[in-house]
């Protein structure tokens, strides 16, 4: 069975920012970087993300961002991809999607489609 605690891990960091104002939302902490690396380390990413994008119709932000509470595992692992690719496209995109809660929303239903339970706060 596929395994991804170790991304699961930062829900708790971003319940957290969620908390708290988005003034210090424009820089990208080491936590946030290790968050980035960790979709790669546990390879939860999608190479043909774009075309899976495509597949399921989500032609842009909004689209991409009403679609990950109920993604499936395929488009969730698009929806991972795309976020993390998109800061070397656009500078401040992660801290845009953060500041959305798209990344809070992934991780939340990534604990969904592979059971883990809510962290201990």
Same mark, same amino acid.
């Given at each position: =069975?596929?395994?991804?605690?170790?991304?699961?891990?930062?829900? %708790?960091? /971003?319940? *957290?920012?969620?908390?708290?104002?988005?003034?210090?939302?424009?820089?990208?902490?080491?936590? =946030?970087?290790? $968050?980035?690396?960790?979709?790669?380390?546990?390879? $939860?990413?999608?190479?043909?993300?774009?075309?899976?994008?495509?597949?399921?119709?989500?032609?842009?932000?909004?689209?991409? *961002?009403?679609?990950?509470?109920?993604?499936? %595992?395929?488009?969730?692992?698009?929806?991972?991809?795309?976020? =993390?690719?998109?800061?070397? /496209?656009?500078e401040?995109?992660?801290?845009?999607?953060?500041?959305?809660? =798209? /990344?809070l929303?992934?991780? *939340?239903?990534?604990?969904?489609? $592979?059971?883990?339970?809510?962290?201990? *706060?």
């Amino acid at each position: =069975m596929e395994t991804y605690e170790d991304l699961y891990a930062y829900l %708790p960091y /971003f319940e *957290k920012r969620a908390a708290e104002s988005y003034v210090n939302h424009g820089s990208c902490s080491d936590e =946030m970087n290790a $968050f980035i690396a960790s979709i790669e380390d546990v390879d $939860f990413v999608d190479v043909h993300y774009n075309e899976t994008l495509d597949k399921y119709d989500i032609p842009d932000h909004d689209a991409l *961002k009403r679609a990950i509470p109920q993604a499936d %595992p395929l488009l969730l692992r698009a929806a991972f991809t795309h976020m =993390m690719r998109a800061e070397r /496209f656009s500078e401040g995109a992660w801290a845009e999607y953060e500041k959305q809660g =798209m /990344f809070l929303a992934a991780l *939340k239903r990534l604990g969904e489609l $592979f059971g883990y339970p809510p962290p201990q *706060k």
